[in-house]
């Protein structure tokens, strides 16, 4: 069994801030030793690693819930024949439904890929990743946090994240340097000593 942990949610947010003071924690104790601190974000696969747990968001009614399905499924469908352009209007339809389903943002991911809109796509896949409730893979905010900590002084981060992206198709971080979620193919281990 799995925990749910949703986008805005009390949980979350109490993970992020608990994530903070750490970082917070570490950096305290290691400039008082006069010790350097480097950080690195979390790097991802984003374009080929849909999102493990993707529900309904609290309180959809179940007309809500049979629109989205329909809306979902159509866009979907399209998709898999090979007509983005088509799918679009469906998923920007299930995603005013429910705006937090990592599933249909990583759909409509998909078709803006495929229908050449690489700068949507990125967002997008970066938002899938997200939105999913389970938390295999560190978020845009936890990245900020870490990002948050340098100071030019005690504490140092590598950005991984630009990093990857600069090495990838698109810059959007697939499976050709993250095996499957998030680890990194051999490629991508000698490019995070680099960084670092």
Known sequence: EFRRV???SVARRFSLDTFRENLRA????CAGGGIPLILGTQVSNVRTQRPFVSMPRPGMTPAETKEFTSAFDA????LGAGHPEDGFP???KALALDSLRADAEFAMAQCLESGGDRDGARTAFARARDLDQLRFRASSDFNAAILGMEDGTHVGVADMEPLFAGASGDSIVGNE????????TARGYFMMAKGY
Not at 75 to 78: D, E, N, Q, V
Not at 177 to 184: Q, S
């Open 6 to 8: 949703l986008f805005r």
């Open 26 to 29: 570490t950096a305290d104790l």
């Open 90 to 92: 469906f998923l920007l």
């Open 177 to 184: 340097l993250i095996f499957e979620h998030l680890h990194p």
């Open 75 to 78: 866009g979907l469908g399209a």
